[in-house]
């Protein structure tokens, strides 16, 4: 009988070693998936990164807009003021029409809507 | 009663030594069962711990070592835009040797391979195929010399079942070519897809090899100065040998790292050990001085002004002059067709010396040197902006004028009578200007005019050692300190060969040759302010600043003062003048250009190309040493003109014949027009304000 229980002991020990072991052995393997999925991803970021790179460099952005027409080179500063205008002017406004004081007229070069509903404005003489 | 009692103890002692018995047993059986768990547990240890060498090999075998590679750092342009950056590439290799056993068993193998491969890798499908075939029939080769070698010595048998059976040992002995790259590294998507086929359509032999590969954005642009990343001369290990890449190497390399795995028979990794993955480290980032955008505006303004000049090339530098930071440096060459060799002569030859046709008859000759990598490879073309020298022309008048003024020899109030267009000196030499001025009467005069006929009388009053060691302090005979390679370091007199000859040449910016780099430098002793004017700054192709920025490293100001403040100062008058003069020459020449917004001081400058014959080789007769029709057009500002953001040099090589016919081949025609175009993109781009109203020319001081 002391026999028996005996064996059942060390047989049940070592299984629940086993068990242990395999489970450490299996929380290493997910680890050693996980670097090397990381790995991956690092390289994968890399790549991207490197074609952002290559596809945003200034030739490249002149060419894009030169192909679409929209390229103006700013030989000098295109704009005397930048003015911003709060978002309640712009949502009613159709057209944004310009005067100064006096005779100076003012010419709009470039406008932009920003995320907050608020234009910024740069004018020319 | 007696017999009774005999029974009962014959009774008791065979029940006494059952139990003995039993006792024994039971002992013997644990005594087994720990001896037999023990051993178990022995060999468990010793399998775990010490191997047998059967075992060893096996276990040995089912873990694979690898480097984890570093990352070289990123070289960047001063606003943070990549230049150089490193991706993760895998490359296909192929092992012939399983390919050749996979297709004893599957003869369709190599087909799928081949196809598999033709989707993935940049190689067309012919060209995979014949490599492959080619190495196996190599392959084949070799084992059918091994079979011959043996069957010759007569002891085929062991060998022959070797070659039969064991190909892997075969190919270890015979050195068959089990190593097979294919094609350039891939990206990952076709990385993604080639894996896919590995697993679906079982490709043997075909592995992936992990490499890194190195980008450059902007080749085209500034590839000579990114330079390249390579094997070193003993094709041992991958390092900057080139530009920028060789020149911060040591910043740039990380260091690797390596992970121990073990695998499963298909090679999937189990599981890694504690510590055995050691994570490698990325090299540092480096920020260089150059803009890219600047980079691009001045070589969009350059490539212009060489095709409107019909010119062979071009160089241009934008430097700015208070830290010394190259912000932009790029160069042109131009194919001209049909140009002519000089007939040079070769001392040791039997022919006569040749004679160099009449001027009015001479062709145009070839004057600038090859470039053959160009176009296919430009971070090995030739950096010209630090490698080919030039002579300055008149550009380098206002060295030799602020020396003179500065010692007191030019007065303001002398009267000079320089009437005539050419004048003899006391050693005879004949000294020519271009034109006359009615007031070409006072020092400034010869500086606003250019006047070689003033320079000579300049420098006539300088003695031999006060020039030449002004022209030596300013730089010139030494490399600039840039630290890219091949920078030349120009050519300045020695002291024994500086004749009064050199005396005057040097004033007029002939008998010295620098490189567009020495120039800007030199330059900047006029576009520095405050207590700095009169100084040199350290040329520096990393970017000035915030040390905490990625890439940045702190500035070290170093000193060298030429001339003083004062005197660097009273130059700039005169050199705004010129500066003007070329603006108005330019306007009538480009009506279409906007009107200038920045004002600027500088220096035209036009020379004859010297003629330097191959070594060994000399001119032929009825040469003065320079090509006859043949110049360089060179301009050099600095913008605006009271507070010098930038030193602008415009270096156009070998002006079209049609233009020099004109006499539209100088400076202020060919090279100023361009510099001003430059200085009206670049100062805006960096934010600096207008200090002109357009359309009109400020007067000089």
Same mark, same amino acid.
């Given at each position: ?125 | ?49 010490? %191997? ?284 001209? =067709? ?39 490879? %430009? ?58 001025? %009615? ?45 890219? =390679? ?30 567009? &780099? ?20 350290? &040329? ?33 008058? =005169? ?127």
């Amino acid at each position: 009988m002391k026999l028996v229980v005996l064996i059942l002991v060390c047989g049940s020990s070592g299984v629940g070693l086993l068990s242990v072991r395999q489970s450490r052995l299996q929380a290493a393997h997910e680890m050693a998936e996980a670097r090397h999925r990381t790995q991956r991803l690092n390289e994968q970021a890399r790549e991207i990164r490197t074609r952002i790179a290559q596809a945003c460099t200034p030739d490249r952005v002149v060419a894009l807009l030169e192909a679409q027409g929209q390229y103006s080179p700013a030989v000098h500063h295109p704009a005397k003021w930048m003015v911003r205008i709060d978002p309640e002017f712009v949502s009613g406004a159709e057209s944004l029409d310009i005067q100064g004081g006096g005779d100076d007229d003012f010419k709009i070069q470039h406008s932009w809507i920003l995320e907050d509903g608020s234009a910024v404005i740069l004018l020319n003489e | 009663m007696h017999n009774e009692r005999d029974a009962l103890l014959d009774a008791a002692t065979m029940n006494t030594r059952q139990d003995v018995r039993s006792i024994q047993i039971a002992w013997m059986l644990r005594v087994g069962t720990l001896l037999g768990l023990a051993i178990v547990v022995g060999r468990v240890v010793q399998l775990q711990v010490a %191997p047998g060498e059967q075992l060893k090999g096996f276990v040995a075998a089912r873990q694979t070592t690898e480097t984890l590679k570093s990352i070289r750092g990123d070289l960047l342009d001063r606003r943070g835009r990549v230049l150089a950056t490193t991706r993760i590439g895998y490359r296909v290799i192929v092992d012939p040797v399983r390919l050749h056993q996979a297709m004893e068993k599957d003869p369709a193998a190599i087909d799928r391979v081949i196809v598999s491969l033709g989707q993935v890798i940049d190689l067309p499908i012919d060209q995979i195929a014949d490599r492959l075939i080619s190495r196996m029939v190599r392959n084949e080769q070799i084992r059918a010399t091994i079979k011959s070698k043996a069957i010759r010595s007569g002891s085929g048998s062991p060998m022959m079942a070797a070659l039969g059976t064991r190909e892997e040992s075969t190919a270890k002995t015979a050195k068959l070519s089990r190593y097979l790259p294919m094609g350039s590294p891939m990206d990952q998507a076709n990385t993604r897809r080639l894996r896919e086929f590995i697993e679906e359509e079982n490709l043997p032999g075909v592995t992936l090899e992990h490499t890194s590969v190195r980008v450059q954005t902007s080749e085209d642009l500034v590839g000579s100065i990114v330079g390249k990343f390579g094997f070193t001369s003993e094709g041992t290990a991958r390092t900057g040998v080139l530009g920028a890449e060789k020149l911060f190497n040591d910043r740039l390399i990380g260091e690797d790292g390596s992970k121990t795995y073990v695998r499963d028979a298909k090679g999937r990794p189990l599981w890694v050990q504690r510590g055995a993955w050691v994570e490698s480290s990325k090299g540092q980032d480096v920020r260089l001085s150059i803009d890219l955008e600047l980079q691009r505006m001045v070589h969009e303004q350059l490539v212009r002004g060489v095709a409107d000049a019909d010119a062979a090339g071009g160089r241009a530098i934008v430097l700015n002059p208070h830290t010394g930071e190259v912000l932009a440096m790029t160069d042109v060459l131009r194919e001209i =067709p049909n140009l002519q060799t000089v007939q040079w002569w070769d001392p040791k030859s039997d022919i006569p010396r040749p004679m160099m046709p009449d001027v009015k008859d001479q062709p145009r000759y070839k004057v600038l040197r090859d470039d053959p990598n160009r176009e296919t490879e %430009p971070a090995l073309a030739y950096n010209r902006c630090l490698q080919d020298v030039y002579e300055p022309g008149s550009t380098f008048k206002p060295f030799a004028w602020t020396l003179a003024k500065s010692e007191g020899l030019l007065p303001d109030d002398e009267v000079l009578d320089i009437k005539q267009k050419s004048a003899r000196t006391e050693y005879g030499r004949v000294i020519t200007d271009v034109y006359s001025y %009615p007031d070409l009467d006072n020092w400034d005069a010869v500086l606003r005019y250019s006047s070689n006929i003033g320079m000579w009388k300049a420098t006539a009053r300088l003695s031999h050692d006060e020039l030449r060691l002004m022209v030596k302090s300013l730089g010139f005979g030494n490399r600039t300190g840039i630290g890219l =390679p091949g920078e030349a370091s120009g050519i300045v007199r020695s002291k024994k060969d500086w004749t009064d000859y050199t005396q005057t040449s040097v004033g007029m910016g002939y008998a010295v040759a620098v490189t567009p &780099i020495q120039m800007v430098r030199a330059f900047s002793v006029f576009a520095r302010t405050g207590d700095m004017a009169g100084t040199l700054p350290e &040329i520096r192709l990393t970017a000035a600043g915030d040390r905490n920025k990625p890439g940045m490293v702190g500035d070290e100001i170093v000193v060298e003062r030429v001339f003083s403040a004062e005197s660097a100062h009273r130059t700039i008058g =005169p050199m705004r003048e010129v500066a003007e003069r070329m603006d108005k020459n330019a306007a009538r020449q480009y009506p279409d250009d906007p009107a200038p917004r920045y004002s600027m001081f500088g220096k035209s400058g036009t020379s004859q190309i010297a003629m330097v014959p191959p070594p060994g080789m000399v001119r032929p007769n009825g040469t003065k040493g320079y090509y006859e029709k043949q110049h360089y057009s060179s301009f050099i500002v600095a913008a605006p003109a009271d507070e010098p953001q930038i030193v602008v040099l415009v270096v156009i090589d070998d002006i079209g014949p049609e233009r020099v016919r004109k006499n539209q081949h100088f400076g202020s025609w060919v090279a100023g027009p361009v510099v001003r175009r430059i200085v009206e993109h670049t100062l805006p781009y960096l934010g600096v304000q207008p200090d002109m109203e357009p359309g009109k020319i400020t007067s000089g001081l």
